[in-house]
């Protein structure tokens, strides 16, 4: 187990185009695009060991016992100016001993210098979704070395495998370096997950995607006011924050303290998130790429490739579906061979392992089993992804539920998790933007409680717009691949469309000019050259126009109702799925040339808008008529990629660029 070097994982945002509410509910799906915005995370030891030092730390049966008793995990925030450390416990999981990185010197935490007066560490109380990935990563670890052991899987001596790699004397020494080394993991999201409106307000700056790309990476999180709340919003009771504490404690996982930090705290007061965010899923982009990291620095993975080489389609277990196994491995040492079997265990590709871990320890976190889109759309990009069968949890989640090394090896390697995912694009030539309204976000899972709960309490209501909701998401996932396909068939009459959209308003009343040969047609476009070099318009050109305008009239229309029986079922259950003010600025946006939708994404409420609009041209003129409205425009875009690795050093540096003043150097 290489416990030496430093691994760094990053993950995207996502955007929930449709499929809000539903997708709970397989086989309902939701269409998922990831963004450009990356959550990173390094998993490193916060002691270097020399060899000397792991050719010795079996030196007698007494040392031995108390060294792999626990391990030290600090967990450092430089975007919070926070750095805290806990002890896990290697026997039963539980984490307790919550404290400050007062040792932070010993420890390197990069939010050491620069924050608060004097150069003090602000420290909070813990971050639980990084906490349950601690508990499930290594429980995983611990659990493949278990199976190995029992079933002679790489015995030296090719029976019972005690003395083998997998066996109890191996367990034993990984838990000794794990317990002498530690791990601190580094944490660390891309601008736009979080609003920097008040920095540029402060700097006298315009809200506009321009100013926002001055700001320095990773620059200081700002918290939303203590007055600041929305009315509407569902109380605290309904957030599953009061449900998660008896869910890990449940677990055998001591119960953090009652005041936690980052994503957590949102679930804890029931009307806006204690940091000002952008609705871009930070919680879970940050579950995923921790996950990635701390799951290669154990040895559970290897660095074997991209999301990409996966291709995923249909299901994780069928051959062909998540994708091509790895094949092309590096050497691993006979230590790493023991523990990453569990990725190859029941031909679970490495990203899949990445993937359960994600959505088990985000699940933990919680205290209830959620959609997991966000989760996944962390690890496999834009995707199409329908929910797994959330009793594949039940060992960990159930009345019973113990947080063990076998309970989490049993859980990882469930035949329930009956997920599916597939690539998603949007069309070419179709661009995403982001919108943060400067409101303060919204607690999302008590809403999804409050429209659950409505739908339970009243069928009759509820049923139609629920099956209404699942006819249109279908309609315009149906749109956006017919679209593709046209603009595979007819790419010169796609773009000529798509060209002249940019200037008027996409309404029913939108009529196409006459179009000259030359403008579908690039000159000598060897399709319908004539002995002369002349070209002409092929064959059924200006109809294909008008079949293309049809599909992004139809994609339009689709996606309108979507936005009506959202909103209708906002009102019914009470909740502010697309909030008045929310409402007109989608409709003044939907009168803009070269807009093809806009919407609230995931379940609604307060944290962004977004829009699909045609060219980089109409989103900076949409980025103009937001900014007169308040509303500043984010440098998002949509993108294909999930988790990938990073080069730790580069992340260094760029968090060092934060710590040497963040904001203030601009």
Not at 506 to 530: F, K, M, R, Y
Request: charged fraction near 15%.
């Amino acid at each position: 187990m290489a416990l030496d070097t430093a691994v760094a994982a990053s993950a995207p945002g996502k955007v929930l185009l449709v499929g809000a509410y539903l997708v709970v509910e397989p086989p309902n799906p939701g269409l998922v695009l990831a963004t450009n915005a990356r959550f990173y995370a390094i998993a490193q030891p916060l002691v270097a060991e020399s060899e000397e030092q792991v050719r010795g730390t079996a030196a007698s049966e007494a040392a031995a016992e108390h060294r792999e008793s626990s391990m030290t995990v600090c967990v450092d925030s430089p975007q919070r100016g926070s750095c805290y450390c806990f002890d896990l416990s290697l026997a039963d999981l539980a984490i307790s001993n919550w404290r400050e990185g007062d040792d932070a010197s010993r420890i390197g935490c990069i939010g050491q210098e620069g924050k608060g007066d004097g150069g003090s560490l602000h420290v909070v109380s813990g971050n639980p979704y990084v906490e349950r990935v601690v508990q499930v990563a290594v429980g995983a670890a611990l659990g493949a070395m278990d199976r190995d052991g029992r079933d002679g899987r790489d015995g030296r001596d090719g029976r019972d495998g005690r003395d083998g790699r997998g066996g109890t004397g191996e367990k034993r020494r990984v838990k000794q370096r794990l317990a002498s080394a530690g791990v601190r993991i580094t944490i660390a999201g891309d601008n736009d997950f979080y609003s920097h409106r008040h920095t540029l307000q402060r700097l006298g700056l315009p809200l506009s995607a321009s100013s926002l790309s001055r700001i320095p990476p990773f620059a200081p999180i700002v918290s939303n006011s203590p007055s600041l709340h929305h009315p509407a919003a569902p109380a605290a009771p309904d957030t599953p924050a009061a449900e998660g504490d008896s869910a890990t404690a449940g677990a055998s996982a001591t119960s953090a303290p009652e005041a936690v930090s980052g994503d957590a705290a949102e679930t804890t007061r029931g009307h806006v998130p204690e940091v000002a965010k952008t609705g871009l899923g930070s919680s879970a982009a940050m579950t995923a790429a921790v996950s990635a990291a701390l799951l290669r620095f154990l040895g559970v993975i290897a660095e074997t490739g991209t999301v990409a080489d996966e291709s995923p389609e249909r299901g994780p277990d069928e051959k062909g579906d998540i994708g091509a196994r790895f094949s092309a491995a590096p050497a691993l040492s006979s230590q790493q061979q023991t523990v990453a079997s569990v990725s190859q265990k029941r031909g679970l590709s490495s990203w899949e392992v990445v993937h359960r871990v994600a959505q088990v320890a985000h699940c933990l976190a919680q205290g209830k089993a959620g959609s997991g889109f966000d989760v996944a759309a962390g690890v496999f990009g834009s995707i199409c992804y329908q929910r797994f069968n959330p009793a594949a949890m039940h060992s960990l989640m159930g009345a019973e539920a113990a947080m063990t090394a076998s309970s989490i090896s049993a859980t990882l390697q469930s035949p329930l998790w009956d997920h599916t995912i597939s690539p998603l694009h949007l069309p070419p030539g179709l661009l995403l933007v982001l919108g943060e309204p400067g409101t303060g976000g919204t607690a999302t899972p008590s809403m999804l409680s409050a429209v659950m709960r409505w739908r339970q309490q009243s069928p009759g209501e509820g049923q139609p717009i629920w099956e209404g909701l699942r006819e249109a998401n279908a309609a315009v996932g149906a749109a956006l691949s017919h679209l593709s396909h046209l603009a595979l068939a007819h790419p010169h009459a796609f773009t000529a469309t798509l060209d002249h959209l940019q200037h008027v308003p996409l309404n029913a009343a939108t009529v196409l000019p006459p179009h000259s040969p030359a403008d579908l047609v690039p000159q000598g476009d060897s399709i319908n050259s004539n002995s002369q070099g002349a070209t002409t318009a092929p064959q059924g050109t200006t109809d294909s126009s008008r079949t293309i305008l049809q599909g992004l009239l139809g994609l339009q229309a689709s996606f309108l109702s979507v936005r009506r029986l959202l909103s209708a079922m906002g009102a019914a259950a009470a909740v502010p799925i697309e909030p008045p003010q929310q409402a007109a600025l989608l409709d003044a946006t939907m009168q803009q040339p070269g807009v093809v939708m806009a919407g609230v994404p995931g379940a609604g409420g307060y944290d962004s808008v977004f829009s699909v609009v045609v060219g980089e041209e109409v989103a900076r003129r949409l980025d103009a008529v937001w900014g007169e409205r308040g509303v500043m425009q984010l440098g998002v875009r949509s993108a294909a990629e999930g988790m990938r690795w990073e080069e730790a050093q580069g992340v260094v540096r760029r968090l060092e660029v934060h710590r040497r003043g963040g904001a203030n150097a601009m």
